[in-house]
């Protein structure tokens, strides 16, 4: 047996190179005709893929001949070109300063689509900026993003807020899988934090939309999290490497990375390993050191695919986080606690990807995914002067699969069909501890063991070109089941369902700007920490909730994009009322409305909001080297049910940014500022990681630079370079004062 299918994998990696025409040709800047390196080449309806060497070169395999090849590129212009076997095509692009737009992004459409092209609003974090700006762990990797506001409890955590929406109401991916699971909480969390930026390729945010296509949690958007894939390399084989070595001042961070990736016609594999230690923050103005604060994570991340043919391939991934004893400073400092820390933090993820890509018009592209994931933490908390240390773990095994098929209906109108399942099963226990006599007692844990939560979702969506107008529209069915077996409440069997659907129209006036109109309904479904919580939260404790609804909400938006080789500018006005909303209600546990000295709270579908807001983002090329960019956001939530604001509402806030982009060398200086938030719930006024009176606004400066020669590359910068004492609305920690960083990467 093991002969046979050893036999049938060399025969079907053989075949490409049995038909191939093979092609050679060079990338090259059409202004100054130097060679463009790592630009991706892609044969139009295949699976061939590659990138152009430093020199500009590359080849690679055509199904046919003729066929069309799309070239994209950051800081170019995309382009499509028509090549035949035996010529070696000099491809040229046209330089483009101002990036974003130009994009192409596959989270909006779950298609290759530019960002200017598509109705939504999006916000596009790419290589090239991850790598200039060396981002400390994924909770900065957002940071100045339009429409995104990034929170953190603490040090070790990270939550985004899309136009003003987190936690469980904002939909979390990787490579299009769900990292929302069934114990994601309302309000921010940390689980972001657990994905590794060091094989990031790039990060979509879609606001406003995503629940046609991805299904429950989208209400404030969706942040799809791309890692780095290795691409084949048609002709000789190559195994390449590289090494990254970073250091913040004051000893707040030294991390260390190495990768391995061997390409070959058929088969392209990468690797990677790598160890962060964080040492306490230092905070901006007289703070000084915020203890504690610092962690250390490990990981490790294998990705490659094999081509069984022109049309084929399997894609296969796994991706390792472990963060060690990360405490929760503003417990520490203004709760009582001596202890407070999770550790470790586990995220673990694997996945396999079955494409086929071809002629076939109603078949264009079709991929399955299976998936399987961990998500593991263990919190360990100790009140000061008390004996009592409890230790509580929750572990989500997560299973998924799902299937995507695109199809050409005519030349103008492509449709999307899917259909997604996941399953959850929640571990949680609970030991506590008395320290002076060793005694140990297991208790009922956060979550009732061996919970289980249920997620089948179906979805189709239209995309119809005419002449001067685009529409986009779709619908979703998801239905959920929620089974909890509680010896101490009672037993559930919930079964939410959900219809939803969006709707888009633009308006091209001209090749350069476009008017656009959405509509686009989402939904929650109630998951297991909104049924089955018995635990502390920031002012009280939570016990299990009755029966659940989903929540619901219909946004209203207005866009206007323009676009030019040297300007862009993005706007975008919505309206977002939310209903059915599950809120903490004071409540009773056996007769008492308080328990453990802790007012006793639940949950219910009691409130309705409205969230109204506004975002810009514009770039100027100024000169062939210069450029600015910038972006600003406003919102205002209103709760409508209290007559009162929504909770932990960004303040306005926004960035500019200047750029200096020459060959090799390349420096930002960047201006991040927000306005004083005093518009506060009865939530944030009882919140203790919002000052009295509201969070103050502030306005940081961070430079960097960084210099790339063959195949070493040093960045490296100041951050806040004025030293402001400042923390985002609703954190628990403040931000890094003015800190000295480097990071050296070495490639061969």
């Known amino acids: 047996m093991f002969k046979a299918v050893t036999i049938f994998l060399l025969y079907a990696c053989a075949l490409p190179q049995l038909f191939a025409q093979r092609i050679d040709g060079i990338i090259l800047d059409a202004n100054t005709r130097l060679p ?48 035949i076997s035996g010529n070696n095509p000099e491809i040229v692009l046209d330089p483009l300063n101002v990036q974003f737009l130009e994009s192409v992004i596959v989270t909006a459409s779950r298609k290759d689509m530019a960002a200017f092209k598509t109705p939504g609003a999006v916000s596009v974090i790419t290589l090239s900026e991850l790598k200039a700006r060396a981002p400390r762990a994924m909770a900065d990797v957002l940071t100045g993003a339009t429409g995104v506001w990034m929170q953190k409890t603490n040090l070790g955590g990270g939550s985004p807020f899309v136009r003003g929406l987190t936690g469980n109401q904002t939909l979390l991916l990787i490579d299009g899988i769900r990292l929302n699971n069934a114990t994601f909480r309302y309000g921010p969390n940390q689980y972001f934090n657990t994905l590794d930026h060091y094989v990031m390729n790039k990060v979509e945010v879609v606001r406003g939309s995503g629940s046609v296509l991805y299904g429950s949690d989208a209400m404030g958007g969706v942040v799809n999290v791309i890692t780095q894939t290795p691409d084949y390399l048609f002709g000789e084989n190559r195994i390449s490497g590289n090494g990254n070595l970073k250091f913040i001042s004051r000893g707040m961070e030294q991390s260390v990375s190495a990768g391995l990736a061997y390409q070959a016609s058929n088969l392209a594999i990468m690797g990677n390993v790598n160890y962060k230690n964080f040492g306490d923050l230092h905070a901006g103005g007289d703070l000084g050191f915020e203890r504690p604060s610092g962690y250390d994570e490990t990981g490790i991340n294998l990705k490659g695919k094999v081509r069984l043919s022109n049309n084929w391939q399997i894609t296969f991934a796994y991706n390792s986080m472990v963060q060690r004893d990360v405490p929760r400073f503003d417990q520490v400092t203004q709760k009582g606690y001596q202890t407070y820390t999770t550790d470790p933090q586990i995220h673990r993820l694997a996945y396999s990807k079955l494409e086929h890509t071809g002629k076939n018009p109603l078949v264009r592209k079709i991929s399955v995914v299976f998936s399987g994931q961990l998500s593991d933490e263990t919190r360990k908390m100790q009140k000061q002067n008390s004996t009592l240390l409890q230790i509580e773990n929750d572990a989500v095994h997560t299973i998924g699969l799902f299937s995507v098929l695109q199809s050409e209906i005519r030349a103008n109108w492509n449709a999307i069909t899917g259909i997604e399942y996941y399953a959850d099963k929640v571990d949680s226990k609970k030991t506590e501890i008395t320290t002076d006599t060793g005694e140990e007692v297991e208790v009922r844990g956060l979550y009732p063991d061996d919970s289980r939560m249920n997620n089948l979702g179906i979805f189709h969506a239209h995309t119809l070109e005419l002449e001067k107008f685009h529409l986009q529209f779709g619908g979703r069915f998801n239905a959920v089941q929620i089974q909890v077996s509680d010896d101490v409440f009672r037993d559930v069997n919930l079964k939410p369902k959900s219809l939803v659907g969006n709707g888009s129209l633009q308006y091209l006036a001209g090749a350069k700007n476009r008017i656009i109109l959405s509509v686009n309904s989402a939904f929650r ?17 939570e016990i299990p909730a009755e029966d659940l609804l989903p929540e619901k909400s219909l946004t209203v938006e207005s866009g206007y994009k323009r676009l030019t080789k040297s300007f862009l500018l993005s706007l975008y006005v919505f309206n977002t009322r ?26 219910l ?4 909001s409205n969230i109204t807001g506004f975002e810009a983002e514009t770039g100027i090329r100024l000169s062939s080297v210069f450029s600015v960019q910038g972006n600003i956001t406003w919102l205002f939530g209103e709760n409508i049910t209290n007559h009162e604001p929504m909770r932990r509402i960004p303040p306005l806030n926004g960035k500019v940014a200047l750029q200096y982009n020459h060959k090799s060398l390349f420096s930002e200086a960047e201006f991040f500022w927000a306005t004083k938030q005093n518009r506060l719930s009865q939530g944030d006024i009882d919140d203790h990681r919002i000052p009295d009176g509201g969070t103050p606004g502030w ?8 210099y790339t020669w063959q195949h070493v590359a040093l960045h490296g910068g100041i951050r806040n370079l004025f030293n402001e ?15 000295v960083w480097l990071a050296l990467q070495v490639s061969f």
Not at 583 to 603: C, F, I, M, W
Not at 728 to 734: A, K, P
Request: with cysteine; aromatic share 6%.
């Open 578 to 603: 939310l209903n059915d909303l599950i809120e903490r209600v004071p409540a009773q546990y056996n007769g008492n409305d308080s328990l453990n000295g802790e007012k006793v709270y639940k949950k």
């Open 36 to 83: 463009v390196a790592g630009a991706q080449i892609t044969v139009v309806n295949s699976i061939n893929q590659t990138k152009s060497a430093i020199d500009g070169t590359f080849a690679i395999d055509l199904p046919a001949s003729p066929s069309i090849l799309a070239i994209t590129c950051t800081g170019f212009e995309s382009s499509e070109v028509q090549v």
């Open 699 to 706: 306005t940081v400066l961070n430079i960097h630079a960084g």
């Open 605 to 608: 579908n009691i409130a309705q």
């Open 725 to 739: 004492a400042y923390r985002t609305h609703g954190s628990g920690i403040d931000e890094m004062g003015r800190a």
């Open 525 to 541: 479904a109630p998951n297991i920490n909104d049924i089955s919580t018995l635990g502390l939260f920031d002012y009280g404790i």
